[in-house]
């Protein structure tokens, strides 16, 4: 009960002894030790047993079994046209397999605009430059 209190008082007392980041209950400080500067990955996917340190994780991670688009994002790699589900995903694709450091996900190459997603930046050629360009022809 003292520490149901403690968490709504907004008093926090214990402090990480890595980073020094303030907790009001002395469990969460203990998971954060273990997960954030331990390395600690408490979640698994029951389907090929890779683990993460966070449950929303082992969600997202679950598109590459499930085959599902649930957050219907596309990233596309420029170079390959590979598709990835995830940002993460393709900035690591390219990182790893084009030696590709910076690399910006659906920016305009006509205006230098930058969007979310594919479809956005596909909407954008469509209604501002296609458009212009027709008018001019």
């Given at each position: 009960?003292?520490?149901?209190?403690?968490?709504?008082?907004?008093?926090?007392?214990?402090?990480?002894?890595?980073?020094?980041?303030?907790?009001?209950?002395?469990?969460?400080?203990?998971?954060?030790?273990?997960?954030?500067?331990?390395?600690?990955?408490?979640?698994?996917?029951?389907?090929?047993?890779?683990?993460?340190?966070?449950?929303?994780?082992?969600?997202?991670?679950m598109v590459v079994h499930t085959k599902e688009k649930k957050f219907n994002k596309h990233f596309e790699c420029i170079l390959c046209n590979k598709s990835f589900s995830w940002k993460k995903g393709l900035n690591r694709h390219?990182?790893?397999?084009?030696?590709?450091?910076?690399?910006?996900?659906?920016?305009?190459?006509?205006?230098?605009?930058?969007?979310?997603?594919?479809?956005?930046?596909?909407?954008?050629?469509?209604?501002?430059?296609?458009?212009?360009?027709?008018?001019?022809?």
């Open positions: 009960m003292e520490s149901h209190k403690r968490n709504h008082s907004g008093i926090k007392s214990f402090s990480c002894t890595v980073c020094h980041k303030l907790f009001s209950d002395k469990g969460n400080c203990r998971r954060h030790k273990e997960i954030v500067h331990d390395g600690l990955k408490p979640y698994q996917c029951n389907i090929c047993l890779k683990r993460f340190r966070w449950p929303n994780r082992v969600e997202e991670h390219v990182r790893q397999k084009h030696g590709v450091t910076v690399y910006n996900v659906n920016t305009c190459q006509r205006c230098g605009l930058t969007f979310h997603t594919k479809e956005g930046l596909d909407n954008h050629i469509e209604y501002s430059h296609r458009q212009k360009q027709s008018i001019v022809e």
